[in-house]
């Protein structure tokens, strides 16, 4: 899947949004994407995951891991793609953890997998809970990054299409200035 392509169908489904929002990250964008909408539909879903499968074949991934809520569905695609089990983390309080009889064996070549990557934070967090298990992280693979190269993954990493939307601080935000109050679209709680 190409770049080109991937865009196509990030508008045509309503993924891509245009506005003022507060993303995950704290940080104000004049554009969000919703990968939860181009997910809905589970021949795109899978067409994705395949793509991102072969992205991420090459690293000999055991397993995959993704970060509760955006990674559930992209993740289990491409585990599904790769014919490798699927596994996630999700918040215990306000970190990251294996929950629900989830493990992970040492030595176990693990790829992360996420849907959107702006700083990295989730995805950090969930290599992280990996390492602690003593697995050892391969590969990260996301739908998106939006990150313009602020990820520091030590990591290969891979992703289907590159945005470059403008994120900002609150406090230099163009759109805050105007005066549009922002939207808080994701799956975090909206900080303080």
Known sequence: MRDEALLRLLESCGA?????FLLSSGLHSSAYVQCALLLEEPRRAREVGQALAAA???AQIDSVLAPALGGV??????????????????????RMALRRGFGLARGER????EDVVTTGKS??????????????VVAIGSI???????????????ALVRLDLPAYEADVCPLCAGGEPPVKPGSRPQRS
């Open 110 to 113: 693990v790829a992360v997998v």
């Open 73 to 94: 569905i992209i993740g289990h695609e491409v585990a599904a793609a790769l014919g490798v089990p699927f596994r996630f983390t999700e918040r215990e309080g306000e």
């Open 144 to 158: 998106i990054d939006r990150s313009g190269g602020r990820h520091r993954f030590e990591q290969s990493y891979a």
């Open 56 to 58: 991420l074949a090459p």
């Open 123 to 136: 995805t950090a967090e969930t290599i992280a809970v990996a390492q602690g298990a003593g697995a050892e």
């Open 16 to 20: 891509l949004r245009r506005g003022h």
